[in-house]
């Protein structure tokens, strides 16, 4: 399946994060808590060695996260307009893509992403995350979405039977494989990268969101409270270039998607490039 791709966006046309490349409607107030109604059930959310178990029930809370979320699906909405069709009735099932996320975390860009997708398989390390995201599913404000399938699995082998929604099924492939701020974490890029070419359909796609390392500046996208599970100050462009074609990727495009402005140590505001990468694997690949 070859995807239609929107042209580069104009670096030089980038703006703040009061007026952003890409704009959509925030479907969150800033001070409303997606997860509100569900935190009586996470009451004793065991603490770990993952902060992001230890996070999970109040991720959703940050504004700067779920800001970029926004960003990133209006990203891959112009990158791949057959979404939208889907979305808007203008595609039959037969064309509706089958979405792998990975790093789902509690499902900010799974459930912004689900209403373009036929099955959406989010899957993420963190036990927290993954709880959080099945209870928002199990709550009455997400009743209707019934496309997403939650997986809590360390995704090494893209044949990893987890993958499965029945026992009795095959492993599925994607049609287009989605993460966004999660690179940075994982140790093993190289490894994952693999992994989701793996993970696709022949000519399947990945678009991977995530900040530009751009210098010593990058460091303080974190403040150093958080530096637990920060495997890399954002990414290099061309090191990801070379990486994507290493792992089989072709059409291997990694382009600066938008800049936000982000709250850093010290009082002051940092500006950081988000940088989009894109690959298909080949027929035969």
Not at 164 to 182: A, C, E, G
Not at 190 to 202: A, F, Q, R
Request: aromatic share 8%; proline share 7%.
């Amino acid at each position: 399946m070859d995807f239609a791709t929107a042209p580069s966006p104009n670096p030089s046309s980038l703006a703040s994060a009061d007026r952003p490349y890409h704009t959509t409607t925030n479907p969150y107030p800033h001070d409303f808590n997606p997860n509100a109604g569900i935190m009586s059930l996470l009451p004793n959310l065991i603490k770990s060695d993952n902060r992001f178990d230890d996070e999970a029930a109040s991720w959703d809370l940050n504004p700067f996260v779920r800001k970029s979320s926004q960003q990133a699906l209006a990203t891959i909405l112009s990158h791949y307009p057959q979404l939208q069709r889907y979305r808007d009735g203008q595609a039959d099932s037969s064309e509706g893509l089958d979405l792998l996320e990975i790093g789902c975390g509690t499902g900010l860009l799974s459930f912004l992403i689900a209403p373009y997708a036929k099955h959406l398989t989010a899957v993420d390390t963190s036990h927290g995350m993954i709880t959080t995201l099945k209870q928002k599913l199990a709550s009455a404000s997400h009743t209707g979405t019934t496309n997403i399938f939650p997986v809590c699995v360390d995704l090494k082998d893209p044949d990893d039977p987890a993958l499965r929604q029945n026992p009795q099924d095959i492993v599925p492939k994607f049609d287009l494989v989605v993460s966004h701020l999660v690179l940075h974490h994982v140790p093993d890029l190289v490894g994952m990268l693999s992994t989701m070419h793996g993970c696709l359909k022949e000519g399947g796609s990945v678009c991977l969101t995530d900040y530009e390392d751009f210098g010593p500046e990058a460091r303080k996208f974190h403040p150093e409270s958080k530096m637990q599970g920060v495997e890399r100050h954002g990414i290099k462009r061309t090191w990801m270039e070379e990486q994507m074609r290493g792992a089989g990727f072709e059409g291997v495009m990694v382009e600066v998607g938008w800049v936000m402005e982000k709250d850093i140590e010290g009082g002051e505001v940092g500006r950081f490039p988000f940088l989009v990468c894109q690959g298909r694997r080949g027929s035969g690949s």
